[in-house]
């Protein structure tokens, strides 16, 4: 890319899909959200077109989370999950980094932060990491994951839902978002889906449900595309 043809800025997101942080009765949001404006820099050639071969120093392959060696199934309703990562223009992500990091079919995650009465799941860690082909696929077979309450004084549940990170190519399009299911009576009480203020963006980060005609009998099916930037960007959330 020649010099001159470099963005010193992307354009802003479009109302409503950037989600409203901090988030009342979510202490993370407080302690993780800036307090002052962003200072606003031009984007050089290396935030552009950077960084190549990220998969070299991030290694992929992890796609199997619901099964770590032969025999050993994780406990949950299995799920196989794929689905695209695209461009503002609808254009595949080639070689884009995805990571996925979940609860476990109880709702407690494989992390010593996580000290919740219930159970861990020996056969379940909850990460994986995959590396999108050329047409921008990504997949993944896991668990769909529990609910948790969120350990504040007014008490609220989190839905099912799975962590994202997108990084395709170059550093200043990482996203770091969360998919949720169809359905669920507690997305309406998610403080994180709801702080995204568009309807239509909050849809976004919902799945949609494969029929079983297509998938099986062996697991659930669900598709998920992931957009980048532009109009029908996926919301980042906290």
Same mark, same amino acid.
């Given at each position: 890319?020649?010099?001159?043809?470099?963005?010193?800025?992307f354009?802003?997101w479009?109302?409503?899909?950037e989600?409203?942080?901090?988030?009342?009765?979510?202490?993370?949001?407080?302690?993780?959200?800036?307090?002052?404006?962003?200072?606003?820099?031009?984007?050089?050639?290396?935030?552009?077109?950077g960084?190549?071969?990220l998969?070299?120093?991030?290694?992929?392959?992890?796609?199997?989370?619901?099964?770590?060696?032969?025999?050993?199934?994780?406990?949950?309703?299995?799920?196989?999950?794929?689905?695209r990562?695209?461009?503002?223009?609808?254009?595949?992500?080639?070689?884009?980094?995805?990571?996925?990091?979940?609860?476990?079919?109880? *709702? +407690? %995650?494989?992390?010593?932060?996580?000290?919740r009465? /219930?159970?861990?799941? !020996?056969?379940?860690?909850?990460?994986? #990491?995959?590396?999108?082909?050329?047409? *921008? +696929? %990504?997949?993944?077979?896991?668990?769909?994951?529990? /609910?948790?309450?969120v !350990?504040?004084?007014?008490?609220w549940? #989190?839905?099912?839902?799975?962590?994202?990170?997108?990084?395709?190519?170059?550093?200043?399009?990482?996203?770091?978002?969360?998919?949720?299911?169809?359905?669920?009576p507690?997305?309406?009480?998610?403080?994180?889906?709801?702080?995204?203020?568009?309807?239509?963006?909050?849809?976004?980060?919902?799945?949609?449900?494969?029929?079983?005609?297509?998938?099986?009998?062996?697991?659930?099916?669900?598709?998920?595309?992931?957009?980048?930037?532009?109009?029908?960007?996926?919301?980042?959330?906290?």
């Amino acid at each position: 890319m020649p010099r001159d043809e470099v963005p010193d800025r992307f354009a802003p997101w479009p109302p409503g899909i950037e989600p409203e942080v901090p988030v009342p009765g979510y202490p993370n949001t407080w302690t993780h959200t800036p307090s002052q404006p962003l200072h606003r820099r031009p984007a050089g050639r290396t935030e552009a077109t950077g960084p190549l071969a990220l998969h070299r120093k991030l290694p992929c392959g992890d796609a199997n989370l619901a099964q770590l060696a032969p025999g050993r199934i994780a406990i949950g309703q299995l799920m196989h999950l794929s689905g695209r990562i695209l461009d503002e223009d609808g254009r595949p992500v080639r070689g884009a980094v995805v990571e996925l990091w979940q609860a476990n079919a109880a *709702g +407690r %995650y494989f992390h010593p932060i996580d000290q919740r009465d /219930a159970p861990l799941d !020996p056969d379940f860690i909850g990460n994986g #990491r995959v590396l999108t082909d050329e047409e *921008g +696929r %990504y997949a993944f077979f896991t668990i769909k994951p529990g /609910a948790y309450p969120v !350990p504040v004084k007014e008490t609220w549940w #989190r839905p099912p839902h799975l962590h994202f990170s997108v990084i395709g190519p170059s550093s200043l399009s990482r996203l770091v978002t969360q998919m949720y299911f169809a359905g669920d009576p507690l997305n309406a009480y998610d403080r994180i889906l709801n702080a995204v203020p568009d309807a239509a963006a909050r849809d976004r980060l919902i799945a949609r449900h494969l029929p079983p005609e297509e998938v099986g009998d062996r697991w659930l099916g669900f598709t998920h595309d992931i957009v980048l930037r532009g109009r029908h960007a996926t919301p980042a959330t906290p």
